[in-house]
Every structure is written in C-alpha cells, then in structure tokens.
C-alpha cells in the first residue's frame, strides 16, 4: 500500500469480502471532457457499473491523498477545477502530487498502478494511450504499464489521433494479449473498427474473467486489454472521423503543441470538427465500456469464489 491511501468504505468492504470492483479513471474528468459533460460522464459510468452488479473506485489525488472510490462530490470538485491546477498523473507524476499535497487526475497509466495496489483487477477506460503519429519514439507510459501491472483494461482500442498499427506491435513486444470483445478487429475509439485484425476474439463476461483466472494462475504480471466497439448507434463512419482527426493533429503540429497538450488539443479540435459526434461517440463508448467491465468483474469473482 502505498503512504496516504484512501480507500471508501464501500469500496474497501468489496474488496475485503470478495466483490467485484471497477476502477475508473480520472484523468478524462479533469483534461478529457468540458464541463459540464465531465461530470455527467462520469457519474454515468459509475451508474453503469453498478448496474452490472459491481461497486465503482474512480480514482484521483486529492491534497496529496491517493484516493479510490471519490465520492459524487469530490467528482464535482474535480471537474470544476481549472485544469492547470491538477496534474495530470501517470507513474512519473505520482510521488511528486503526493509529496507536494497537489491535486491529481490520474492516466490510464496512473490509474492502473494505483488499482493494482488497491488489490482491484478490472479498469474501465475510454482509449489507452499509443505511439504518435509521425513520431515513432514517443511511446505512451499506457504501453508500458500495461506490460508490468496486472490489472485487466477495458477500453475501444487506442485514441484514434494515434498511429495504430506501431500501438500493436509495442503492446505485442510487452507481452500484451489484445482481445477483441465482439469483434474480429481492433476498435478505432470514435470508430467501431480500425480494419487491424486481432488474434484474440472473445464474446462473453466469462470468457474474459477465464483469460484473467489463467493469467493470474500462470503469474503472469502483464495487463490483460480488453477491446470493446462503441456502440454502434453512436459511432461515426470510420472515413469521416479519420478526416477529422488527420485535420487536427496538423493544426497541432502547424501550432507546435507537444507532449502531454497534444491529445486534449487534438480531442477537443476533432469534436468541433465533427460538430460533436465525435464526443458523442466518445462518451457512449465510457459508459459502455464501464458496463462491460462490471459484468467481467462480477464473473471473475465468481470463478475466485469456489476457491
């Protein structure tokens, strides 16, 4: 456990009889989504993991406190926050918010280390992180989490603005099963498929949590992705939203963002492109994925339960 760790009573009573516990993140409250919608979106994917029979943790830092399990009013703190004052936390960025006594909003990255900790095996999430386009060496901290942490991500592939071919095949040299949950290709976030083939396609709750129990058994401490296609009756045409993305990651390069600014520039420049399908989309994809991640939860607990 790490020092200052604050675990909800509801959420650490889950964990200590055996329940099933989704880990969210929040990073998407604080530099994903404007507000209002951030906070709707949330609330939303931790009603949708309740109705899947499991307890939601979004987790974050408040005041140097890692906390799992944020109340309905620490989100609206959060997502009320000016961006700039929270920081936005992958594994590099941990200590430094808590040492300093900062306000945190943790990444796919952060999230996974923090759950991992926690003892919670499931994470929902919107899209990991990725290689960039046009630059090769600028590798997501997501890629390499999820190639030494154990917890099982379930997302709809990597944000699209990414290069998703060079994702692959990083997740595949980290020893990253990719699985496809109903579907035979990867999911291109706004899109329901990128047309990348996958090796590993599943179609149940079960089958997912049998893929978690065997890891576990064999030890393997990688992450498990798990890749679900937003729904399709929010999704956009595949065509229409690689436009939309191609457009604003130039405008990113012509106006030389760089770093950590580049994805919320991007996301929010493809929504006005996309005159908000695309955040439509994206916010149907967080509750779905939070849903399917609270019906494997549930089925992986019940696997663990005879034993």
């Known amino acids: 456990m790490y020092p200052d760790l604050v675990i909800a009573t509801e959420v650490l009573t889950a964990l200590t009889e055996g329940h099933p516990v ?20 949330a609330l939303a994917m931790e009603r949708a993991v309740r109705e899947s029979g499991a307890v939601p943790a979004t987790i974050a830092i408040l005041e140097g406190k890692i906390t799992v399990g944020l109340s309905a009013a620490q989100i ?15 594994r590099r960025d941990l200590a430094v918010a808590v040492a300093l006594r900062e306000y ?11 759950a991992h900790s926690a003892g919670i095996r499931l994470f929902a999430t919107g899209g990991i992180g990725g290689v960039h386009r046009g630059h090769p060496f600028d590798v997501s901290a997501d890629l390499l989490e999820l190639g030494r942490t154990p917890v099982t991500v379930v997302c709809s592939g990597a944000k699209s603005i990414l290069d998703l071919p060079l994702t692959l095949e990083v997740l ?5 099963p990719v699985i496809g949950y109903g579907t035979q290709t990867l999911p ?7 047309g990348l083939p996958l090796d590993i396609c599943i179609e149940t709750p ?4 049998q893929i978690m129990w065997a890891a576990d058994q064999m030890n393997m401490m990688h992450g498990i ?8 009756d929010s999704a956009m045409n595949e065509a229409e939203a690689e436009s939309a993305v191609v457009q604003a990651t130039a405008e990113a390069e012509t106006a030389g963002i760089v770093g950590k600014a580049v994805s919320p520039f991007v996301l929010s420049r493809v929504a006005a492109i996309t005159e908000g399908l695309s955040r439509r989309a994206n916010t149907a994809l967080l ?14 607990c019940a696997i663990r339960k005879p034993s």
């Open 172 to 176: 595949e040299t980290q020893g990253v």
């Open 206 to 209: 079960e089958q997912a949590a």
């Open 104 to 114: 945190g909003a943790t990444t796919v990255a952060g999230t996974m280390l923090i």
């Open 225 to 232: 992705l798990i890749t679900v296609p937003v729904p399709e």
């Open 287 to 300: 509750v779905n994925n939070a849903r399917t991640a609270g019906q494997i939860a549930s089925a992986f």
């Open 76 to 90: 609206e703190q959060l997502a009320a926050m000016p961006g700039e004052r929270v920081r936005k936390c992958s």
């Open 22 to 41: 989704v880990a969210l993140e929040s990073a998407l409250i604080t530099h994903g989504l404007p507000h209002p919608v951030n906070v709707e979106t």
């Open 188 to 194: 291109a976030f706004y899109a329901r498929s990128s």
